[in-house]
């Protein structure tokens, strides 16, 4: 059986609002994860759910 590989990373710069960051932060906190890493998960998972946004602009 072979071992398991973490998945490769890519480095990309992105621009979050500070609200949207801090509250990432806060739920990383919470789970005692980084928020990067949170952010991943969740963006990986919206990914692998083919997850559709509702756009709602005002």
């Known amino acids: 059986m ?3 590989r973490k998945k490769a990373k ?3 710069a ?3 609002d500070e609200d949207t960051i801090e509250y990432f932060k ?3 906190e919470d789970k005692g ?3 990067q890493s949170l952010i991943n ?3 990986r998972d919206c990914a692998q759910s083919h997850k559709d946004l509702t756009m709602k602009w005002q």
């Open 2 to 4: 072979k071992p398991l």
């Open 10 to 12: 890519k480095q990309v």
């Open 14 to 16: 992105i621009r979050l």
């Open 26 to 28: 806060g739920l990383a």
């Open 33 to 35: 994860v980084p928020y």
């Open 41 to 43: 998960l969740y963006l």
